[in-house]
């Protein structure tokens, strides 16, 4: 199947296009973008600026992909926005470009974010990712493969979310979020590990029991964070691929581990 533009969209010369691409009506489709074989626009939707978008992407009606970053240090250049494929951004869900001259807002594949969310400047976003409605994502966030974010879900800038965690509906993420565990409330606390999540996704029992095991010597053996960490480096399962991602999780964080429930 060839390219199909209806004719009421607006697509600029220089934009590139890949096969089977199909923009629907009154969408946009600015000079600097390219489009993998297969992206579908729905009505309304717009895609601008320095912004490459992967295999099979999907944008609904008043989606804004690529436009200008919000941040008010930006000084020019030709920042940019890098998705992969088969992902899917529903409607008036928005992506803004990178503010450094040639920095990226980058988002891995197959991801499902839907309607009013946001990504902001310069986050770095992996791949299976499902964020429900109105989530909101300030600038410099990275978030990992898996992860999931309930309905307003919001995340605080140069804030982490680890592998295979989950943000709860309405929370406010103000820490990083380690991988394997759920955060919820306003600030966002650690209550539970994700169990379902996990086993929907291929755990094995010995893997749930592991990442159990990290969670109760993080968050209820009445230990400080320093202590914790030390104990899961001594552990007999340190070497484990479980223990390996929470301890260089930590190692990593700049802004601390969301702390646990009273």
Not at 90 to 97: M, N, W
Not at 100 to 109: D, Q, R, Y
Not at 141 to 168: K, N, P, T, W
């Amino acid at each position: 199947m060839s390219v199909k533009i209806h004719p009421s969209a607006v697509v600029e010369a220089a934009a590139e296009l890949g096969t089977n691409v199909e923009i629907g009506p009154l969408c946009y489709v600015g000079a600097g973008v390219q489009l993998g074989d297969g992206c579908r626009l729905h009505h309304h939707a717009a895609v601008e600026g320095n912004t490459q978008l992967g295999a099979g992407c999907e944008i609904f009606p008043y989606a804004c992909i690529g436009g200008k970053t919000q941040d008010l240090k930006f000084k020019g250049g030709n920042p940019g926005v890098r998705i992969g494929a088969r992902n899917v951004f529903r409607e008036y869900f928005t992506v803004h470009a990178a503010t450094a001259p040639e920095g990226f807002t980058t988002i891995g594949s197959d991801n499902t974010f839907l309607a009013y969310g946001h990504i902001a400047h310069d986050c770095v976003i992996g791949s299976h990712i499902v964020a429900s409605n109105g989530m909101m994502i300030a600038g410099h966030v990275i978030i990992e493969d898996h992860v999931v974010i309930g309905g307003y879900g919001g995340v605080h800038q140069f804030c982490r979310i680890g592998a295979h965690a989950m943000l709860s509906a309405t929370a406010k993420l103000v820490h990083d979020l380690p991988p394997f565990f759920i955060a919820d409330g306003t600030p966002a606390v650690v209550r539970a590990y994700n169990k379902v999540g996990m086993e929907r996704r291929g755990f094995t029992p010995d893997q749930l029991e592991r990442v159990k095991m990290i969670f109760r010597v993080l968050y209820r053996d009445g230990l400080n964070r320093t202590q914790a960490l030390e104990k899961l480096s001594a552990h007999e399962h340190a070497g484990s691929a479980e223990f390996q991602a929470i301890l260089k999780f930590a190692a990593l964080s700049e802004r601390g581990l969301a702390p646990g429930a009273n």
